[in-house]
């Protein structure tokens, strides 16, 4: 039995995912894009919560491409070190793509730091593929992959 | 005679604009925040260009609402100081807000700290009105406005 749920994020899940956020993506602008997202796509940010002690264990955000609305993104997934490797991860990503098809998208898209080998290992296992690699896409020095997958 | 054009992002401006936000918004994510918009609202991207040196001058960042499309969010406007006061903001919000009309929007919001008298001194001659405050909206504890306007 599973003892945490995926539910829509809602405003007041900010302040815990910005202390859950700091530690996965330092610099990363979290506590920015969190704000954006909530407004642009509130139905495509999803958080985990443990069911008996309320404790936010990951979020997902999710945007879709406004001039090619079949074109979703997987914007950022985020799991405390502490909840990793209890399925939270695959949670999170079942309810973003479960919405994004709701919503007509047929393919996603995601970039990751070509070093993340953790992260391109799980989306692999998700049944993404790898795209292409762009040298020099993050500011101010780390080249990207970008991965793919029908939904 | 205007000496700098309004054009389109495009993904060679990144490393430009992120030198130019980083002194004006700093630990704000512009790195992050171009990258998802470039991806995800190509058309709300415009720069402002000195068209003899090809400086960027200044950005400004638009979305609209996926579940509302009339609505736009005026995401980010920045202009490099030693280029302030040429006008070079009102011509990004005008771009802007043309091609948000063009769209289907009809109305724009913006989020401004409420300590940024300069911008709220701006937005407010640009035709937008204050409708709302927001304790502690930003992270980890500064106070929004939220102004609006229609197109």
New interface residues.
């Given amino acids: 039995m599973e003892y945490f749920q995926v539910r829509t994020y809602t405003s007041a899940d900010?302040?815990a995912l910005?202390r859950l956020d700091e530690p996965l993506f330092e610099?990363?602008?979290?506590?920015?894009?969190f704000?954006?997202i909530e407004?642009?796509?509130?139905?495509?940010f999803f958080v985990a919560e443990n069911t008996q002690t309320h404790e936010i264990m990951g979020y997902i955000l999710g945007?879709?491409?406004?001039?090619d609305p079949k074109t979703g993104?997987l914007?950022r997934i985020g799991v405390k070190s502490d909840c990793q490797r209890m399925d939270v991860g695959s949670h999170l990503v079942a309810a973003l793509f479960t919405e994004m098809k709701n919503?007509g998208v047929n393919k996603v898209h995601l970039?990751v730091a070509d070093t993340n080998t953790a992260a391109i290992s799980f989306y692999l296992k998700k049944g993404f593929q790898i795209r292409k690699r762009e040298e020099k896409?993050?500011?101010?020095n780390a080249s990207r992959l970008i991965l793919e997958k029908e939904l």
């Fill in positions: 900010y302040e910005c610099g990363m602008g979290g506590h920015v894009l704000r954006h407004e642009l796509f509130p139905n495509l945007g879709i491409h406004f001039n993104k914007i919503q970039t896409y993050f500011y101010p």
